[in-house]
């Protein structure tokens, strides 16, 4: 089953880790990666840029409007993800907490859900 992990930063560690600090993260998630492929789990994984470079686009009665980020108030902001391959749950859990941001923000971890065309 696939399993995407969210991964949100908090804005009060945003820009508070030394570059030595984030060239150490940033190598730790090639490491991971690299690990993750070798085993075969990964299926992709990004990281995002920063919030401000967002723009949310919605359509209502036929017409298109887009906002420029931030577009929401809040303490984390969504920071990259990880695709995987995984069994189960118990698994998938035990492999997103090996992800490197998660001991500076939080993993969200949910079941890809699989749609069908209805007839």
Excluded: W
């Excluded at 190598?27 to 075969?40: I, N, P, T, Y």
């Excluded at 686009?57 to 984390?76: F, H």
């Amino acid at each position: 089953m696939r399993y995407i992990c969210l991964i949100y930063n908090s804005t009060d560690t945003d820009g508070t880790l030394t570059p030595d600090e984030t060239a150490q993260l940033i190598k730790a998630h090639f490491v991971f990666d690299e690990e993750l492929s070798r085993e075969g789990i990964m299926i992709h994984s990004d990281a995002l840029e920063m919030p401000d470079t967002a723009t949310v686009l919605r359509v209502r009665n036929n017409t298109l409007s887009a906002t420029d980020g931030p577009y929401v108030e809040t303490k984390e902001h969504l920071a990259g993800f990880y695709v995987i391959e995984a069994p189960d749950m118990v698994k998938a859990k035990e492999i997103a907490g090996r992800i490197p941001s998660a001991r500076y923000g939080a993993v969200e971890l949910r079941p890809v859900r699989t749609l069908t065309l209805p007839d």
